[in-house]
């Protein structure tokens, strides 16, 4: 091999390397304000503060632009939702559907509407707005009527505050940094809450990465929690014996008066 033949051959494979390292996805380094949420008595809530960078693998600052999206998702449970119908003027229970996996907590943070950032396959996949939530029923159901019970159930959630999406909601700075906030209502379920963010170009998810938040009872709360689950009959009888004791000392007083 030649001195000419030698520098071309490295001169094209700095260019490839310089290629294909700039076409290289990007890194995600997402964290989060609270790792842990305690809950105790009094709990009104909690205000969860999502930042991170977006960086090239090589750790510098990524060289295009890019949007954000934040999902936070908390533990699934099976639901049961009923449908009343108002029949001779009294409201009846009629049809019902179950949902095997419905999270508890959901919420969706974008630094642009949903719909401009990727397509409608793309936010399926990935669930990134209330209208891809993917909801399974339990038991073979109408698609119309599946549908309906959906659209019922989030809405439901949402008017708790248990289900929430905010476009526009996450803020980046430089091309590097991003922030977003998420609030917890009061009424939220103990467990592992994982929060995936997703590093969107041209309507494709180009990196994403996780953290997670757990929320846990405290003190009294955690006690009457952990009775209830590993004595349950016991539980019962004190919550017993505590009703009929309340009620005796409710009725002395009473007769005082």
């Known amino acids: ?5 030698a520098r071309l051959r490295a001169l094209f494979l700095l260019a490839a390397a310089l290629l294909f390292g700039a ?3 990007p890194i995600l380094v997402p964290e989060i304000s609270q790792h ?15 930042f991170g960078a977006i960086l090239n693998p090589e750790g510098s600052r990524a060289a295009q632009d890019y949007d954000i999206v934040v999902v936070l998702k908390g533990p699934v449970q099976s639901i049961r939702l009923r449908e009343k119908q108002k ?12 949902f095997r996996s419905a999270p ?15 397509g409608e396959k793309t936010a399926a996949i990935y669930e990134l707005g209330l209208d891809w939530l993917q909801l399974s029923p339990i038991g073979t159901i109408d698609p119309k009527q599946q549908a309906r019970f959906s659209a019922g159930l989030v809405d439901l959630m949402r008017r708790q505050g248990l289900y ?5 909601g996450v803020r980046i700075s430089g ?15 103990t467990g592992t809450y994982t929060a995936e963010t997703f590093a969107v170009r041209k309507g494709k998810v180009v ?14 709360e955690r006690f009457v929690a952990v009775s209830a689950d590993r004595n349950s009959v016991l539980y019962g009888l004190f919550a017993v014996l505590v009703s009929v004791g309340m009620g005796w000392i409710a009725g002395r007083l009473f007769a005082l008066v």
């Open 1 to 5: 091999m030649t001195v000419r033949t």
């Open 164 to 168: 929430q999406q905010n476009e526009g």
């Open 87 to 98: 029949v001779a003027g009294i409201w009846l229970n009629a049809d019902s559907a179950e």
């Open 23 to 25: 076409a290289r996805d």
């Open 36 to 50: 842990e949420i305690q809950v105790r008595q009094g709990f009104t809530g909690a205000n969860l503060l999502l």
């Open 175 to 189: 091309q590097v940094l991003y922030q977003a906030r998420i609030s917890l209502p009061s009424s939220v379920q």
């Open 207 to 220: 990196a994403s990465a996780i953290t997670k938040v757990e929320v846990s009872k405290q003190g009294f």
């Open 104 to 118: 508890s907590f959901f919420a969706v943070v974008s630094s642009k509407p949903i719909r401009q950032i990727v």
